[in-house]
């Protein structure tokens, strides 16, 4: 793990230190709402899908917070080098949690609508696809917070996996709605929910590829290995 | 000017006070003419010479124990610097001797009340987080140190711990609620969860401390609950269609083929088949439950893979024979040993071993590895190249199609349902091996070309002198499949 050096005026250790939590607290908060929502549709609970909704404000006001306090911290201390990626990428970082929040609260709104249908064989494999994807979203938290390289890195590689479960979900899915017409809606919605978690793993290997970028202070080559074979059939 | 030497204006000071009212007398004698003034003045001289050498030793001394006590304040050994004995030294020396050991017997009970609270907050079995101001964690016992792993003391508490709900909790008992106590999981790499205690100490310690967060794992407790439900619903599902397949053969053999020698042969036959699928599936199914309740345990004994290598083909040496099957066997035997489960991981390698011999095409070879490896895949992330074994499983079959893999390790998942119930299989082999290489905190992958063949691979961590045991703290065995 990267030592940091605390700077001379510790008042700016502080200000940093504040970006920081903030930044943990939102991480919690997504993984937190990412795993109720798979509760909701794993245990057909209407309530809990209904709590990730009014959770999810939360994640934006957490969003803005850390904005302010970053533009806090670029302009009162004019940060360079390692701090600055610190700050700019504690930015980025917040984007891509909301975004995953958000993501996270469409599963649950959709949940609230499968729920009142029955359920079709393939909502296993999506749990499966959900479980996947918190795994290796807590992963990609765990690599930014102690800044470590190759844990970040291995978020990046197994994004082949998340993508051909999602590919193997989707033919399902198809096949499933392709044999009885009645089930397209819940197909349909099954779909989108693949979709969403498969995003939300993309977020994750983004939120790798800026740790590793916040260490090392080089952009990785855009290729990183893909496996999504549906849009190439 | 230093304070504890005889200087010049002290010793002045104090004889011109003393000598004082002795010249007031003389000068009144003299001035009574009692004594002659010559004589008065020889007596004032003498006197104040007398008075100033007795002065001079009195205060010598003195200053000399005050040295020799301020000395003892700093910690030094009494009897170092010890003035020495006289009338004027004897006495304050000893009162300050007494003083010191007063003190001295003070500080080692104290220190040993010290030590004590030390010891019992160290052996406390629940991981336990003190907490100052704005979430700061100020201490934490060992156990806590081993769970999270890393060094967290000075940093927020959402550094190690996530949970919204946790966070909720110490912000609510810093700001003046007395106690809290929530329920929190921890969803991977393994479902734990834990009871989470946070409690207001009511004063401020010294290191800044002000409240206690004590977690409690309930993990056992819930799987439990869970794995009734899980089983009661799997058992049926599973259950139903041999059990139903029998109830018609008996109800045909009844009614209209009573008396038909030929068909109950058959029928029998067929029945004892679906029977013995039943017992089957049965003992897998408690295998499983037995597994999954263990599986955020580690194992504790040290297991020879080599020797276990040997044992699993040796069982499975009459089924490669019924399919003229050849068994190779390939083991690097300078790998060490692993921290496991004997029965486990017997059942591991049967389990691969089986599904090779029984997929793979008949006359073909099964290539059993043992070996280090020079590179980790992507999911062994949280392994060490030189301190990992990899055991695979090679056949020659028809393979796996893609899209299946991710899907294996499921409960009974199957690729082609007809052959895999007409070969005997429960389905439940793979979700085995799967959980008892996650409670190995290893990694399974699987690799096939449909048409050639597949290879299954094994990679578990060997014992080191020292092994971090942080359940915790491990990243992900997110194993390559993942799968209930």
């Not at chain 1, 109720?36 to 957490?62: F, G, M």
């Not at chain 2, 003299?30 to 100033?52: D, E, R, T, W």
């Not at chain 2, 991710?406 to 091996?433: C, H, K, M, N, Q």
Request: glycine share 6%; aromatic share 6%.
């Amino acid at each position: 793990m990267t030592n940091r050096v605390d700077h001379i005026v510790s008042s700016y250790d502080k200000e940093l230190h504040i970006l920081d939590s903030q930044i943990d607290r939102m991480a919690g908060l997504a993984e937190s709402q990412l795993d109720t929502a798979l509760k909701a549709l794993a245990q057909k609970d209407n309530e809990l899908a209904s709590s990730v909704l009014i959770s999810d404000q939360q994640l934006d006001d957490l969003q803005t917070q850390v904005e302010a306090q970053a533009l806090r911290v670029l302009a009162l201390r004019s940060p360079v080098a390692d701090d600055l990626r610190r700050v700019v990428t504690a930015l980025k970082i917040a984007g891509e949690i909301e975004r995953i929040g958000d993501m996270a609260a469409n599963c649950a709104k959709r949940a609230l609508v499968l729920n009142q249908t029955s359920s079709l064989a393939p909502l296993h494999g999506l749990l499966v696809l959900g479980r996947t994807v918190q795994g290796r979203l807590k992963a990609s938290f765990d690599a930014y917070r102690s800044m470590e390289i190759f844990a970040a890195q291995s978020v990046r590689d197994m994004d082949v996996d998340v993508d051909a479960l999602y590919s193997s979900l989707f033919r399902e899915i198809l096949t499933y709605m392709m044999e009885d017409p009645r089930t397209i809606t819940a197909g349909s919605h099954l779909l989108f929910l693949a979709k969403n978690l498969e995003r939300i793993g993309d977020h994750a290997t983004n939120i790798a590829e800026e740790t590793i970028f916040l260490v090392t202070g080089k952009t990785l080559p855009a290729d990183r290995p893909k496996g999504d074979t549906t849009t190439s059939e | 000017m230093d304070r504890s030497s005889v200087t010049f204006s002290r010793l002045a000071n104090s004889a011109a006070f003393l000598i004082l009212p002795v010249w007031t007398v003389l000068g009144i004698l003299v001035a009574f003419n009692f004594l002659s003034f010559s004589a008065a003045v020889v007596s004032a001289v003498v006197l104040l010479l007398f008075m100033v050498g007795t002065l001079y030793f009195v205060l010598t001394e003195w200053l000399g124990v005050i040295r020799w006590a301020r000395t003892l304040a700093q910690g030094a050994n009494p009897n170092a610097l010890k003035p020495r004995e006289s009338i004027i030294t004897t006495d304050p020396v000893a009162a300050v001797g007494v003083v010191w050991r007063a003190w001295q017997r003070e500080r080692e009970l104290l220190a040993g009340a010290v030590d004590w609270h030390l010891a019992l907050f160290a052996c406390l079995p629940d991981p336990l987080i003190l907490l100052g101001d704005d979430r700061r964690v100020t201490n934490l016992n060992p156990a806590a140190r081993q769970t999270f792993g890393k060094d967290i003391i000075g940093r927020d508490l959402s550094a190690v711990l996530r949970a919204p709900e946790v966070l909720e909790a110490a912000d609510a008992v810093l700001s003046g609620t007395p106690t809290r106590e929530i329920e929190f999981t921890q969803p991977v790499p393994v479902e734990r969860t834990f009871l989470a205690q946070v409690l207001s100490l009511g004063i401020v310690a010294a290191d800044g401390t002000k409240a206690v967060l004590t977690l409690h794992d309930i993990t056992s407790v819930r799987r439990v609950e869970q794995m009734r439900a899980d089983f009661v619903a799997n058992a049926s599902h599973e259950l139903r269609t041999p059990l139903s397949t029998l109830l018609g053969f008996i109800e045909t053999l009844r009614g209209p083929a009573h008396d038909d020698a030929e068909a109950r042969d058959r029928f029998l036959a067929i029945m004892q088949d679906q029977a013995s699928r039943m017992a089957r599936l049965v003992q897998d199914l408690l295998s499983l439950s037995r597994i999954e309740l263990n599986e955020h345990f580690l194992p504790q004994d040290k297991i020879d893979i080599s020797a276990l290598v040997n044992k699993a083909v040796e069982a499975l040496h009459p089924l490669a024979l019924n399919r003229r099957m050849k068994l190779v066997i390939n083991v690097d035997s300078t790998v060490g040993q692993v921290m496991g489960q004997e029965d486990e991981l017997i059942q591991v390698l049967q389990n691969l071993l089986d599904n090779a011999l029984k997929y793979g095409r008949e006359g073909t070879a099964v290539t059993i590895d043992v070996k280090y490896v020079s590179r980790l895949p992507a999911a062994a992330a949280h392994l060490k190249v030189g301190m990992t074994v990899l055991i695979s499983v090679t056949d020659k079959s028809d393979g796996i199609a893609r899209e299946h893999l991710p899907r294996l390790t499921e409960r009974f998942y199957r690729v082609d349902p007809a052959r895999s119930r007409s070969l005997g299989g429960t389905g439940l082999g793979l979700a085995i091996v799967k959980h008892i290489v996650n409670r190995h905190r290893g990694v399974l992958v699987v690799d096939s070309t449909p048409g050639e063949g597949s290879v299954f691979s094994v990679y578990l961590p060997l014992v080191s002198a020292t092994n971090s045991n942080s359940p915790l703290s491990q990243s992900p065995p997110t194993h390559h499949l993942m799968g209930r």
